[in-house]
Each structure stands twice: as structure tokens, then as C-alpha cells.
């Protein structure tokens, strides 16, 4: 018995890995997508927007007080200050 596969069963592994991937991403964004349709009909939008400011401050003052802060911010938190300045300078839709 050997374990040794050629080139084509490999790249056909990959293929269906990378497939399986972009189709739980793509899956994942449409019920983001409707989620979001479905507050703003509701107009419940706002709340929730009101909701997750509240969450992401605590967040990134838990962060600032458990560590000494950088010269730049991790990727991660660099996205969350970012999100966090859209909300609060009402960059969002409504």
C-alpha cells in the first residue's frame, strides 16, 4: 500500500477544499445580508447599531486595561476602531 498521490489527486484535493471554503464564506454572507435586510425593515436597526457600540467600547476598553497599549493596533483592532468611528460619526445607513 502506498501513501504517496500523484499531482492531479492533491490539486483535486485543494479544488474541493478551496470550494468548500468560498461556499461557507458565500453562505455566511447572505445570512448576514438577510439578517440585516430583515432589521432594517423591522427598524430595529438602530437599537442593535446602539447595542453593538456598547459591546465593541467595553471590548476595547477590556483590551486597553489588560495590556500595555502598542504603537500601532493589531489587525483585528484596527477593524474594530474603524467600525467603531463609522458608528459613532453616523457613517452608517439607517
Known amino acids: 500500500m502506498s501513501l504517496a498521490l500523484d ?3 492533491v490539486m483535486t484535493i485543494l479544488l474541493i477544499r ?3 471554503i468560498v461556499a461557507a ?4 454572507v447572505i445570512i448576514a ?3 440585516l435586510i430583515v432589521l432594517k425593515r423591522g427598524g430595529q436597526l ?3 447599531r446602539r447595542r453593538v457600540e456598547t459591546v465593541v467600547r467595553n471590548q476595547l476598553r ?3 486595561a489588560a495590556g500595555p497599549p502598542t504603537d500601532r493596533p493589531a489587525p483585528g483592532r484596527r477593524g474594530v476602531l474603524s467600525a467603531l468611528d463609522r458608528i459613532t460619526k453616523g457613517g452608517g445607513r439607517t
Open 46 to 48: 438602530t437599537a442593535v
Open 7 to 9: 499531482l492531479d489527486t
Open 25 to 28: 464564506v458565500s453562505v455566511l
Open 33 to 35: 445580508f438577510t439578517i
Open 18 to 20: 478551496f470550494a468548500l
Open 62 to 64: 477590556a483590551q486597553r
